[in-house]
């Protein structure tokens, strides 16, 4: 059953710069490359996604009273996306250098004024958006300054009746938090998203299949991405689902999960099933990795 969805997403909006290679980086010398500026960030990268699927979407999120903030809000807003954004006076919006090879990318961050994500703004806009499901981005939590605006998102969602989802956000933090913390956190959330890195640090080593039965324990329902060898999903009812998707010729990996989980959950959140959801979700990441960039 297709059902109406209205989705809030929290979590960092920051600017990427992103610097496209086809080499390896020549360390103390010259490296060719394509460098781009422009919007950035896990949770407004997802929001855009999710506009672009036509769904009704709200980004909570923290900038600093610069050009880059309003900038940055200026291309979610004419993408579709409500802003429900504060610009910190003092603060320096975040931004991310992306170190985007033919296989992998790096990223080099300053969180900026995404550390001072307020729960009173983030429960400010899950009530006036009116939503149906709660998207978080991991970011917030992984980080000590906005570990509170997390965590009252998580809150405000389980006592509004929303559903929830959230994105494992990057491994290195994940690790530097550990496991048990993070899980906590985000216990018995709808929708627990992590890519292969990331469930190495929360399942331990093993097959994806594996991995994501086992963070059942701690979320209803996980998705493993796997980028160009598909994503699996697996959820208490003791079902495993895998997709691969089609093969496209890869030009940039940024924004690709993502992308992806924005086509998961637009389906999810309409009443599809799991499958339905993975192939929507592989649909996008698709779009994402044959472009430059990390937004639609």
């Known amino acids: 059953m297709i059902r109406p969805c209205m989705i809030v997403v929290v979590g960092d909006l920051v600017t990427d710069v992103l610097v496209a290679h086809d080499g390896p980086i020549e360390p103390g010398s010259d490296t060719a490359a394509a460098i781009t500026v422009g919007g950035g960030g896990q949770a407004a990268n997802t929001a855009a996604w999710l506009a672009r699927t036509g769904r009704p979407?709200?980004?909570?999120?923290?900038?600093?009273?610069?050009?880059?903030?309003?900038?940055?809000?200026?291309?979610?807003?004419?993408?579709?996306?409500?802003?429900?954004?504060?610009?910190?006076?003092?603060a320096v919006t975040g931004s991310v250098v992306?170190?985007?090879?033919?296989?992998?990318?790096?990223?080099?961050?300053?969180?900026?004024?995404?550390?001072?994500?307020?729960?009173?703004?983030?429960?400010?806009?899950?009530?006036?958006?009116?939503?149906?499901?709660?998207?978080?981005?991991?970011?917030?939590?992984?980080?000590?300054?906005?570990?509170p605006a997390g965590l009252q998102a998580l809150a405000a969602a389980a006592g509004r009746g929303m559903t929830t989802s959230v994105d494992a956000a990057s491994a290195a933090p994940l690790r530097a938090v550990g496991a048990e913390a993070f899980l906590g956190w985000v216990r018995d959330c709808d929708v627990l998203l992590c890519n292969a890195d990331e469930a190495d640090v929360l399942a331990g080593d093993g097959p994806a299949q594996e991995q994501a039965r086992r963070l059942t324990a701690h979320a209803r329902n996980v998705v493993v991405k796997q980028g160009a060898a598909g994503a699996t999903w697996a959820g208490r009812d003791g079902v495993v689902r895998a997709v691969r998707p089609e093969r496209v010729r890869m030009k940039d990996p940024t924004g690709a999960g993502d992308a992806f989980a924005a086509g998961l959950l637009a389906a999810w959140c309409a009443g599809e099933q799991p499958e339905a959801a993975l192939k929507a979700g592989a649909a996008l990441g698709a779009e994402a990795v044959s472009a430059i960039g990390a937004r639609p």
């Open 57 to 90: 979407v709200t980004l909570v999120a923290a900038v600093g009273d610069d050009p880059a903030g309003r900038e940055r809000v200026a291309e979610l807003t004419a993408a579709g996306v409500r802003c429900a954004v504060r610009a910190h006076p003092g």
């Open 98 to 147: 992306v170190l985007a090879g033919p296989d992998e990318r790096t990223m080099i961050t300053d969180r900026g004024a995404a550390l001072l994500l307020d729960p009173a703004d983030v429960l400010r806009a899950i009530d006036a958006a009116g939503a149906t499901h709660l998207h978080l981005s991991g970011y917030p939590l992984l980080h000590e300054g906005s570990r």
